[in-house]
């Protein structure tokens, strides 16, 4: 089973700049694959993993309408630029960051080669400081600070079925 580890976040990511931002909150957990996985591969396995599956499906009931495996193939292909409630803020080859449109919510997927053929695997959010607050302190708020140990178990558990997704497919 391949260890899943909160880790730094990677210094010209596009998670640096919340990283680096005063009263924004950034993380980043990492797992190792063999192989060579691409970032569609990976968002492929990310969204349709077993795990994300029932976030999907809570995410169906709340917004009333069915999440398509299709939107998943768009948004991985980069020929998508919305999911569910993710809308893309900046990609490129190796990277995707995803904010929630009109909240403080921002996911982020990193494929980076690092050896001949294994991969490393990077998931991490930030959260924006709430801009509508009365405190003039830069601050992302209690509620995320409340839930900010069960956010970071979901995340490796998330990272986890991905990659047990992704050895499955690869036979590996």
């Given amino acids: 089973m391949t260890e899943v580890k909160e880790t730094t976040i990677p210094l010209n990511s596009f998670m640096n700049f919340y990283h680096e931002s005063p009263g924004h909150h950034a993380d980043a957990f990492v797992g190792q694959i063999d192989g060579i996985i691409t970032l569609e591969d990976y968002i492929l396995a990310f969204f349709d993993s077993p795990i994300f599956r029932i976030e999907r499906a809570i995410l169906s009931l709340f917004l009333?309408?069915?999440?398509?495996?299709?939107?998943?193939?768009?948004?991985?292909?980069?020929?998508?630029?919305?999911?569910?409630?993710?809308?893309?803020?900046?990609?490129?080859?190796?990277?995707?960051?995803?904010?929630?449109?009109?909240?403080?919510?921002?996911?982020?997927?990193?494929?980076?080669?690092?050896?001949?053929?294994?991969?490393?695997?990077y998931f991490g959010s930030a959260i924006v400081p709430n801009t509508t607050s009365k405190n003039t302190k830069e601050d992302i708020g209690f509620t995320f600070r409340f839930f900010m140990g069960f956010h970071k178990l979901y995340s490796r558990i998330l990272l986890q079925s991905a990659l047990k997704k992704l050895k499955r497919k690869n036979n590996v």
Avoid: C, M, P, Y
């Fill in 64 to 121: 009333l309408k069915r999440i398509k495996q299709s939107e998943i193939k768009e948004l991985a292909s980069g020929h998508g630029q919305q999911f569910a409630l993710w809308k893309t803020k900046k990609r490129n080859e190796e990277e995707l960051l995803l904010e929630v449109e009109d909240s403080q919510i921002r996911t982020w997927f990193h494929t980076k080669q690092e050896q001949a053929n294994k991969t490393n695997l």
